[in-house]
């Protein structure tokens, strides 16, 4: 465990030399940037000493690894992000613990979860999660339809409209997904000026998106090593 620990040490050092460059080189503050450590698939001994290491957002993808490593890590006052794909049946689970879902893409999916925020007695921060790429594959509404959908969540009772979130197609240059993403963001908070969250940035691409006006970066990988390929 000692060994582990230097590790996560070692690996957010270098994630955080990554983003204060990339601050420096957007002319940005590094103040204005939230760093969420992916942790799915990696246990929840991890996210405890990534929080002993002064991390405070954690980001998973699938409820039900979620919901156990939050109930497992509850007390270590983390803020739990919910990144991955959301089927209306985990809405229930999911609003119990997460802080921010980032990636709402349906009308039926704000219904679900304005439904269940109120029954809960909870304020939800949401994010319009917006495709980039051709077609299907990573998710996401189609740019053109975020504002709409982005209205409808403004309107949601028990949600609050924070802003948007993206992941960079692969085969294309991030820099250009990002700077499309960041006209979608422009354009929702022409109508909604709270909306003001730009979650975009991963491993891979943690420049291009500080150049282009994120406010949350998703590193995973970079912080706590490659992922299993077969598990997911
Ligand atoms: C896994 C994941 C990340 C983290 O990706 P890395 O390349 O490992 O940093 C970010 N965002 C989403 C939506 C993810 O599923």
């Known amino acids: 465990m000692r060994d582990r620990r230097e590790e996560l ?7 955080e030399r990554r983003v204060e460059d990339a601050c420096a080189a957007a002319g940005r503050s590094r103040s204005e940037i939230t760093l969420i450590a992916v942790t799915k698939t990696y ?4 996210v405890r000493l990534l929080a002993e290491l002064g991390v405070s957002n954690v980001g998973e993808n699938r409820d039900q690894e979620a919901a156990a490593k939050a109930a497992e890590c509850a007390g270590l006052g983390l803020t739990w992000h919910f990144i991955g794909q959301l089927q209306t049946n985990k809405v229930r689970s999911v609003v119990s613990y997460a802080r921010m879902i980032h990636s709402v893409d349906r009308a039926r999916l ?17 994010l ?15 740019p053109e ?9 403004a309107k949601a009772e028990g949600l609050r409209l924070r802003g948007v979130m993206a992941v960079a197609p692969l085969g294309e240059d991030p820099g250009a997904a990002f700077a499309r993403l960041r006209a979608v963001a422009e354009r929702i908070r022409e109508e909604h000026p709270a909306a003001d969250v730009i979650s975009a ?20 990988t970079a912080l706590l090593g490659r992922r299993k390929p077969f598990v997911r």
């Open 9 to 15: 040490a070692a690996a957010l050092a270098e994630v």
């Open 43 to 46: 246990p929840a001994s991890d």
């Open 110 to 126: 704000v219904d679900a979860l304005s439904r269940e925020a109120v029954r809960a007695g909870r304020e939800v921060d949401c």
């Open 128 to 142: 319009i999660q917006v495709g980039l790429g051709e077609g299907a594959g990573r998710g996401g509404v189609a």
């Open 145 to 153: 339809e975020a504002p709409a959908l982005a209205g409808l969540l």
């Open 201 to 220: 940035g991963m491993s891979g691409d943690i420049p291009q998106a500080v150049m282009n006006g994120a406010t949350h970066l998703r590193v995973g």
